[in-house]
């Protein structure tokens, strides 16, 4: 079946430090993939997502590039700030055959930024 | 109001009680799920609703009975649950396929906070 492998958290960093969480995935076909966003005491935002190779998701300074040759989905952040503390979740969908599409999603990574 | 609302944000209940958690799409969509967040645990897909009928039910317990009138609402009624079906009860919704619309994509709601004690 479909499974996504994302970096074992936590990771701590400095204010305007690079980030980058690992995200790597196994599936059949071609899914779309997603990164997720999810604050403390919140749900999940959608952060960016990316639906066919070599596309390239960004928002809010994210970037992330889907790599079918390595089956990842890497995502970056040039300078990251306190208020990107979060659990990021990596996440890819496939349609289920039964009028859905399904989202698998990775375990998550938990991000600290401190001043 | 916009997006996926979920009530109620925090529940406590005991093992004996019945308690309903309701989630309102307002984005036009017309798939709904469930899901459960458990600590340390990957998000878990419990119920799929497509255009108000259940197209998947990931083998659930039977004290969880999901409930979908129409393409924007969408209700968990909760019976006779245990200590360990505490978790944080998240509701999403998608355009189902064949609308020619982005179809993969959910929208999460900011969750149900449920304790059984």
Redesign the interface.
């Given at each position: 079946g479909d499974s996504v492998t994302q970096m074992e958290g936590p990771v701590t960093l400095s204010e305007e430090a690079f980030l980058t969480i690992n995200c790597t995935y196994t599936a059949t076909g071609y899914p779309?993939l997603?990164w997720?966003v999810q604050y403390p005491g919140?749900?999940?935002?959608?952060l960016l997502?990316a639906?066919k190779a070599d596309d390239k998701g960004s928002n809010k300074g994210f970037e992330a590039t889907y790599r079918k040759e390595t089956t990842s989905f890497h995502l970056e952040k040039g300078s990251v700030q306190v208020s990107d503390s979060a659990v990021y979740?990596c996440a890819l969908?496939a349609?289920?055959g039964?009028?859905?599409?399904?989202?698998t999603?990775?375990?998550?990574t938990k991000l600290s930024v401190i001043p | 109001e916009t997006g996926v609302t979920q009530t109620p944000r925090h529940l406590v209940m005991g093992m004996t009680n019945k308690k309903s958690l309701k989630c309102e799409q307002h984005l036009g969509h017309n798939a709904m799920y469930w899901y459960k967040q458990s600590a340390k645990k990957p998000l878990e897909l419990m119920f799929v609703y497509n255009f108000k009928e259940q197209t998947e039910n990931n083998s659930v317990p039977s004290r969880f009975s999901p409930e979908c009138p129409n393409s924007s609402h969408l209700f968990l009624h909760l019976h006779t649950l245990q200590p360990e079906d505490s978790a944080l009860y998240l509701c999403a919704s998608s355009q189902a396929p064949g609308r020619g619309h982005s179809t993969d994509t959910q929208y999460f709601g900011p969750g149900t906070r449920l304790t059984v004690l």
């Open positions: 779309s997603f997720y919140e749900g999940l935002q959608l997502k639906t979740f969908s349609y289920s039964a009028g859905s599409y399904q989202l999603f990775g375990k998550g | -």
